[in-house]
């Protein structure tokens, strides 16, 4: 499977300090309490997965990735831990009967993929009558980091143009409302999920800086092979982030999408 983030440690590194620091923001409005049994859809590292099962201290959870690499560092993360089940998923049909879950949730997948619309057919058949799904995604064209910056829009074009030529979609998240009602859900509600951080609170905004240097840097391995930029381009970036950590100007903006609704 060709993905922008790759499969390295230092990556799956990443996920689980994204989940800690996008956490509060994820969760804030979601609601785990009537819910028994959840599917979760590129569980990854399972970074998800473990905040999940505080949310709910008797939910089980089966939780799927089509990587074996990442299911192996899922279970090595949450070894002991009875309330899941991990699956390597090695079809579009997954491998649970009709009616069965109260939830699906997946979070940062769908712009992975190129068959979203089969996804979420899958997810209203395994849902129960009236269970819920939610989806938590990005929408990339948001991105917005101040002073402008030549060498950072070059980067950035290039990423999500070769996530777009690997079948995914950078902008997936403000496409959820439609891609859910074609679906056949129901009560389907979306919000923005933004940051939004600049002088007012330095440490915020440092801890954002460092979040995303570090995923915009998680894609540079593919985009080196893929010849999309140059090892040049990289310490240039590497520096514009430390000048934007200096700057007293400095203004980022982001906002992902997320996306609940009913069968
Ligand atoms: C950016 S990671 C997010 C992982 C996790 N949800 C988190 O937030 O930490 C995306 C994950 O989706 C998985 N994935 C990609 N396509 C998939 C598919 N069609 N079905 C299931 N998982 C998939 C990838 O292997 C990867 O682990």
């Known amino acids: 499977m060709e993905y922008i983030h790759g499969f390295t440690e230092e990556e799956q590194a990443r996920l689980n ?7 509060p923001i994820i969760y804030k409005d979601l609601d785990f309490s009537e819910i028994d049994n959840l599917l979760e859809i590129g569980c990854g590292t399972g970074s998800q997965t473990k905040i999940l099962l505080q949310k709910n201290q008797t939910m089980h959870i089966e939780a799927c990735d089509i990587s074996e690499t990442q299911l192996a560092a899922a279970r090595k993360n949450l070894s002991g ?3 899941v ?3 390597l998923l090695e079809a579009d049909t997954w491998p649970f009967e009709d009616n069965t879950f109260d939830c699906v949730f997946l979070c940062w997948v769908l712009e992975h993929v190129t068959n979203s619309a089969q996804i979420l057919s899958e997810a209203v058949r395994v849902l129960k009558n009236g269970g819920r799904i939610m989806l938590t995604e990005v929408y990339n064209r948001s991105f917005q980091l101040l002073p402008r910056s ?12 070769l996530q777009l030529e690997m079948g995914g979609d950078p902008n997936v998240g403000i496409k959820l409302g439609n891609y859910l009602f074609r679906a056949g ?4 509600q979306s919000k923005t999920l933004y940051t939004h951080n600049d002088q007012r609170d330095r440490e915020g905004l440092l801890v954002i800086l460092e979040y995303w240097e570090n995923l915009i840097l998680s894609g540079k391995d593919q985009l080196l092979e893929a010849k999309r930029i ?3 381009l ?3 970036l590497k520096q514009t982030f430390e000048n934007y950590r200096q700057s007293d100007e400095t203004v ?7 996306a609940v609704a009913k069968k």
């Open 81 to 83: 831990e009875s309330r």
């Open 252 to 258: 980022f903006f982001y906002t992902g999408i997320q």
């Open 230 to 232: 140059d090892q040049n």
């Open 234 to 236: 990289v310490q240039q």
């Open 150 to 161: 030549e060498c950072l829009e070059k980067y950035w074009d290039a990423y999500n143009q």
């Open 17 to 23: 300090e994204q989940a800690d620091v996008l956490g």
């Open 185 to 188: 859900f129901t009560d389907i």
């Open 85 to 87: 089940n991990w699956h």
